[in-house]
C-alpha cells in the first residue's frame, strides 16, 4: 500500500486524480497539500492547508510517512516573478520530499522547456537538448535539474518526469486559454505555427499510470495530431491577425508603459512561442506505459471550448483590449505597417493613428443599428503540420479558400472614419 503526496491538490487536475486513485487498492492514502481544497475529496485525502511559497511543510510528509510525492503546481500563471515563484515552490517540494526519503517523485513539467527555435526538429524526442525560449520554459528546465540533484542524494529514488504540452480543460489557464479570452488573435506575420495539446483528463489517467508502472525517465506528453494557428482561431471564431514582428514588439512595450497593472506580462512569453512550433513524439511514453490517449489534439480542444469558463465578474480588461478588440481599423493598420520601419517612424506612425481612432470615437455617437458581421478571410495555405509514423498524427490543414469560414462570435458594429 502506499502513501502519495501531492502538491497542487486543489487544482481541477488534482480532483481528477483523486478520482482515479479513490478505485485503487494500492494506494491508501493521499496526502494533499494546497491554499484550497480540491472539488472532489474522497475518502483517501487527507488535507493540508499550505501556501506553496512558504516554507514550513516539510516535515507532513515525513509525519505522514510519505512513499511517493507528486508535483502538479508549475504554472505559467503571467507575473514578472514567474521564473523565481515556480523555482521557490518546487524548492520547498523537494526539500520535503528529502524530509520524508519519498521512494518516488513525479513532476509534470512542460515541453516549453525545448524552445520554440527555427532550427528545431519536425518532431522533438525526450533526448532533444533544452533551449528555452520563455520565462516558463527556463523555469521547467531549472526545475528538473533540481530533480536530478535529488536523485543524486538519493540513487534509488524513482525519478518520473512528464513533460507535458498544452494542457486543456474547463479550467486550465495557460497561453493558449488566455489568448482565446479575447475576440483577436495577434501573430507574427512569418510565422508558421502548429500546436499541441493534451487533454486534463489524460494528464491526471498518465500521472495514475506512472504511479502504477513505475517506469523511471522523462516522457513526452502530447496527444495525436495538431492543430495550426488558423485552425485555433476559426474553431474558437477569433480572428486572426498577422503583424510584423517589431511592431508587435513595440506594441506591447508600449501597453506595458502605458499602464503596467493592466498589461498581461505573458504577453513576453506569448511572443516567444507565437514564432516557431514545439511538436514533441509520445512514442515512448505510449510504448513504455502502455497508454492511450482518450482525446487527439484537436479533440481535446474542441471540448475545451464545449466547456468554457464563466467570465469573472468586474474583470478589469487588458489595455490591448481596450485598444483593439472592437476597432478593426486599427488591426488593419497594423497588419499593413512596414515590417521594419526605423523605431522612431514607428513609434510616431502608432501613437498618431491610436489618438486620432480615440478622438474620433469620443466625438461620434455610438450607433444604434450593428452591421451584419462580414466572413473572417482566409490566412492563406495551410500549414503542413509534421508527422512521423505513430509519433505524431496528420492533422488538416487550414481551410482553402473555397472553404466556407464559420460564423464570427459577434457582430462588428460600425466605426468612425479616421482623419
Request: aromatic share 8%.
Amino acid at each position: 500500500m502506499k502513501t502519495l503526496a501531492v502538491t497542487g491538490i486543489g487544482s481541477d487536475l488534482g480532483s481528477r486524480l483523486l478520482r482515479i486513485v479513490e478505485d485503487d487498492p494500492n494506494i491508501d492514502r493521499v496526502i494533499g497539500i494546497d491554499s484550497k481544497e480540491p472539488d472532489f475529496k474522497g475518502s483517501k485525502l487527507k488535507f493540508h492547508y499550505h501556501d506553496n511559497l512558504e516554507r514550513g511543510y516539510n516535515l507532513v510528509f515525513a509525519d505522514e510517512k510519505a512513499d511517493g510525492a507528486i508535483y502538479l503546481k508549475l504554472s505559467d500563471t503571467p507575473g514578472p516573478d514567474l521564473f523565481e515563484r515556480n523555482v521557490t515552490q518546487f524548492r520547498h517540494f523537494i526539500e520535503a520530499a528529502a524530509m520524508a526519503r519519498c521512494k518516488s517523485v513525479t513532476l509534470l513539467s512542460s515541453i516549453t522547456g525545448y524552445g520554440a527555435h527555427h532550427d528545431n526538429l519536425e518532431v522533438l524526442y525526450e533526448g532533444s537538448l533544452l533551449k528555452p525560449t520563455s520565462e516558463f520554459g527556463r523555469a521547467s528546465a531549472e526545475i528538473e535539474k533540481l530533480c536530478y540533484e535529488y536523485v543524486h542524494k538519493f540513487p534509488t529514488a524513482l525519478l518520473q518526469i512528464l513533460r507535458a504540452a498544452f494542457i486543456v480543460g474547463p479550467e486550465e489557464n495557460n497561453l493558449i486559454t488566455r489568448a482565446l479570452e479575447r475576440s483577436v488573435m495577434l501573430v507574427p506575420a512569418e510565422a508558421e505555427l502548429a500546436f499541441q495539446f493534451v487533454h486534463v483528463e489524460d494528464v491526471a489517467r498518465a500521472l495514475h499510470c506512472m504511479i502504477d508502472s513505475e517506469c523511471v525517465g522523462i516522457f513526452n506528453l502530447a496527444s495525436d495530431s495538431a492543430l495550426t494557428i488558423e485552425q485555433i482561431a476559426q474553431l474558437a471564431e477569433r480572428r486572426l491577425v498577422r503583424c510584423p514582428e517589431p511592431v508587435l514588439k513595440f506594441f506591447m512595450g508600449c501597453g506595458r508603459l502605458i499602464n503596467m497593472k493592466r498589461q498581461p506580462w505573458f504577453e513576453r512569453d506569448a511572443l516567444e512561442h507565437s514564432k516557431h512550433s514545439i511538436l514533441v513524439a509520445n512514442i515512448k511514453f505510449r510504448h513504455e506505459v502502455y497508454f492511450d490517449f482518450l482525446f487527439t489534439s484537436p479533440e481535446a480542444y474542441i471540448e475545451s471550448l464545449l466547456k468554457p469558463v464563466p467570465e469573472e465578474k468586474g474583470k478589469t480588461p487588458t489595455f490591448a483590449q481596450e485598444l483593439f478588440e472592437d476597432d478593426i481599423e486599427t488591426l488593419d493598420f497594423l497588419a499593413d505597417m512596414d515590417p521594419s520601419p526605423a523605431d522612431e517612424e514607428l513609434e510616431a506612425s502608432l501613437e498618431k493613428h491610436v489618438s486620432e481612432t480615440k478622438d474620433s470615437s469620443e466625438k461620434t455617437p455610438a450607433p444604434t443599428s450593428p452591421e451584419a458581421p462580414a466572413p473572417p478571410e482566409t490566412q492563406g495555405e495551410g500549414q503542413r503540420v509534421p508527422e512521423t509514423g505513430s509519433d505524431i498524427a496528420e492533422t488538416n490543414t487550414a481551410p482553402s479558400n473555397s472553404a466556407e469560414p464559420l460564423p464570427q462570435s459577434r457582430s462588428e458594429t460600425e466605426k468612425p472614419a479616421v482623419n
